[in-house]
């Protein structure tokens, strides 16, 4: 039980700066699933880490 709670937290605490960008937007945007892609450094986002040791992202915030 302590273990996933500090996973939670530390998931959490990585990925804070994506999480207080979808606060601030959770009204004015919504999520959007695009074609799979190479992640942008430059952009806040959640990414998945292939079996290739690629990293890449397949959803996209904009703004409605």
Known sequence: ????????????????EFFDTVAEQIHTHDWHQIHCRQVDPELPALTVKTFSGKEIVCNKLIKD
């Open 1 to 16: 039980m302590i273990l996933v709670a500090l996973m939670a937290g530390v998931i959490a605490f990585d990925n804070k």
